[in-house]
């Protein structure tokens, strides 16, 4: 697989730009993304940034400002694998893909995740 690309990451052009919180959209500057895009552009996004292994996306819900994708990643990998330390992390994106942030949200072994 290429730097930079993300198992299902489809061949839609990349915004260049980082997009600023006070810019205003006019109905020609963007074009929104599907759910199922802005899944794939928060995994990509969020692997770029911190280099962790992805698991996959865990949620997707839309926002006033675009979309919130939840990621699941390995933050650690120990010996054996069901020891890896996992990170869930949530992906704040506009309307457009564009990353506006990201934060962890929980840290957890593989196989506590719910119970401990």
Known sequence: MAPGRVRGDGDRERRQ???RQDDRYDDEDYEPISAA????EGLRQLVG???KDPLGVTSIQPTDDGWLVGV???ED???PASTDLLGLY???LDMAG???GYRRTRR???GKGDGG
Do not use: D, F, S, W
């Open 98 to 100: 564009g990353l506006l």
């Open 37 to 40: 895009e802005a899944a794939r």
């Open 17 to 19: 730009e980082p997009v």
């Open 77 to 79: 990998h120990r010996i």
């Open 90 to 92: 949530e992906v704040e």
């Open 49 to 51: 940034l911190t280099g």
């Open 72 to 74: 699941e990643v390995v």
């Open 108 to 110: 957890y072994q593989r």
